[in-house]
């Protein structure tokens, strides 16, 4: 997740034996279940788009807080931006929708990634708005759900929903429209395990968090992605704000990757994994030196969709980000200071 009534010493000898027995199966269990569970089944792709699809079209938190698991936690695009369980998930989403005078809604792009109870769908999502002061607009969004499937039902328990910004000047990008690609072709052994046990799946990610953070080079951090070629990266910075595959990947990142003295803090961390398939979404402190230049200190959101292939874990869907001031536009980096 003894009975008091004076048996025979033989059947409290046999219960006790029943219960170890039964502990032995729940720790086994779930990487024994992922180990058997299917890949990508069409009835789960259909169910999520289905509720994809209800995310961006509903215009109220009453008939959209069913998609969402009790504790679940979203990092929203606006600061302050982070709702953990379905009542600030509520009240954080429907304080947006009382603004609104209407809106119409499209996923410009999407890919879905299940496997047995949990699941990822990564899209690009376009909103046209009204507002009730006059004002209209546009918004383009990247957005990762990950789910589990829980009492039969798939719900959202994690959610990173995302602008990126412009890195000259630090604002965020409301409307930054990307490429329209289509779905990747996924690879057949995208799964291959093995398997591990859920709790030291979790204490693994946590790890690959905090040594993949502050990998030292561009060939450190590509070791964290793949390891094929069905990879999605949103980046947090625009353009081109995604990349696919990993030359992509690492043409992306080579130009940050030149730096010293690296460390990281993860403030805030979530994970969840049937010990093949997880999804993880944190919070991170990050200090370092760019070679030539000063001391950077920042805030980064991620979260990642991944998968244990030859007993290593590796990122398929991943995004990153900032919250975005509403009024001001400023991407929100700067780190929380101490209380004095």
Not at 88 to 102: R, S, T
Not at 104 to 115: V, Y
Not at 158 to 186: E, Y
Request: with cysteine; aromatic share 10%; charged share 20%.
């Amino acid at each position: 997740m003894v009975d008091k009534s004076g048996f025979m010493r033989h059947a409290r000898a046999g219960m006790a034996i029943a219960l170890a027995l039964g502990l032995s199966l729940c720790v086994v269990s779930g990487s024994a279940l992922a180990a058997h569970a299917v890949f990508n089944r069409p009835a789960d792709l259909k169910a999520i788009n289905e509720i994809e699809t209800q995310l961006i079209t509903l215009d109220s938190m009453k008939g959209l807080i069913q998609y969402y698991a009790p504790d679940a936690i979203v990092y929203d695009a606006y600061a302050p931006g982070v709702y953990k369980g379905t009542k600030q998930i509520y009240d954080g989403f429907e304080a947006q929708f009382a603004q609104g005078a209407g809106f119409t809604g499209k996923i410009n792009d999407m890919n879905i990634l299940a496997h047995g109870s949990l699941a990822c769908a990564a899209s690009q999502q376009h909103f046209d708005y009204k507002m009730k002061d006059g004002t209209s607009g546009t918004l383009t969004l990247r957005v990762i759900d990950a789910y589990r499937k829980i009492g039969g039902k798939w719900l959202v328990i994690q959610q990173h929903i995302s602008f990126p910004m412009d890195p000259k000047t630090g604002q965020g990008l409301f409307n930054a429209p990307m490429p329209v690609r289509g779905p990747l072709p996924w690879a057949a052994d995208s799964f291959d395990g093995p398997a591990e046990a859920p709790a030291q799946a979790k204490k693994e990610i946590h790890d690959w968090l905090e040594v993949g953070g502050i990998s030292p080079d561009l060939d450190t951090l590509m070791k964290y992605y793949g390891p094929t070629d069905d990879v999605l990266v949103y980046n947090n910075t625009y353009p081109p704000g995604e990349f696919r595959g990993l030359k992509e990947i690492r043409a992306g990142f080579a130009d940050i990757m030149n730096f010293t003295n690296p460390k990281i803090q993860i403030l805030d961390f979530a994970v969840d994994t049937d010990g093949v398939f997880a999804v993880q979404i944190d919070t991170q402190h990050l200090t370092l030196t760019p070679k030539g230049g000063t001391v950077q200190d920042f805030i980064l959101r991620q979260s990642d969709c991944m998968r244990r292939v030859g007993g290593k874990w590796y990122s398929v869907f991943e995004a990153l980000s900032a919250p975005v001031d509403a009024k001001s536009g400023k991407a929100m980096t700067e780190p929380p200071h101490p209380k004095t």
